[in-house]
């Protein structure tokens, strides 16, 4: 009996130990992860922020510890800005961080009530290099102006400078845009779309100026 005692003893002294030895390679590797730092930020879909910005309200602009930034912890971050609707946030071997954000555009500035539109369609009162809409847009036309102005290229939108409601006989939703460059474009929101190929489109004509009319093909007017 003596001699199984001591075996048991024996066999537990070793189940201690090696549980010991395990414990102490487990804090060790936490130890050795809790110092991994992000090496490489990955940003998309941002037109409104630039990577930096979006990089810096992440909070990762130092590229801190990966382990003492978990993808939600980010994602919450950046929801808070209240220009930002959505943050997706992905890891790949702890060192790269992918953020994808879903912005909250402001699109233009409605002078009817002195208020800057943002894409979830809330008015404030900052402003923003964004195109002023110069004159009042009836309610029914209203609606489909802004899911249209949502939908065109950002970078687009940002080189218009006014818009103006502007119906005719044919069009109810016929609108004038005055762009940065000096040229004026007519649109309908069933044409809306065809603004996104603006540079494209303005480029055959030797970059002169003058009436684009994309409301009835493209046909350009060259203003003298």
């Known amino acids: ?16 130990f090696v549980f010991f030895i395990i414990v102490l390679i487990v804090l060790a590797i936490m130890s050795l992860l809790s110092t991994i730092k992000i090496k490489s930020i990955i940003v998309k879909n941002n037109s409104f922020y630039s990577d930096w910005q979006i990089i810096k309200l992440a909070g990762l602009d130092e590229y801190p510890e990966t382990f003492s930034n978990f993808s939600s912890t980010i994602e919450k971050r950046l929801t808070k800005n ?18 994808e954000v879903k912005e909250n555009l402001p699109l233009y500035y ?11 369609k809330k008015e404030i009162n ?10 009042y847009i009836p309610d029914k036309i209203y609606k489909n102006f802004i899911a249209e102005m949502n939908a ?10 006014e818009i103006k409601y502007d119906p005719n006989d044919v069009d109810e939703e016929r609108f004038l845009i005055t762009m940065n460059d000096g040229n004026y474009v007519y649109l309908t929101l069933d044409k809306y779309s065809k603004i996104d190929k603006y540079l494209e489109i ?19 007017k060259i203003l003298s």
Do not use: C, H, Q
Request: proline letters at 2%.
């Open 110 to 120: 409605y002078v009817p009530n002195s208020k800057t539109v943002l894409s979830d």
């Open 202 to 220: 303005i480029k055959k004509f030797d970059n002169k100026k003058g009436i684009l009319y994309l409301d009835s093909g493209e046909y350009f």
């Open 82 to 99: 209240s220009f930002i609707t959505d943050a997706k946030v992905s890891k790949k071997w702890f060192t790269t961080v992918t953020i």
């Open 1 to 16: 009996m003596a001699k199984a005692k001591a075996k048991k003893r024996k066999l537990k002294m070793r189940n201690v």
């Open 126 to 135: 900052e402003n923003f290099s964004v195109p002023t809409v110069i004159n």
């Open 152 to 161: 065109i290229d950002y970078s687009i939108l940002t080189r218009m400078s």
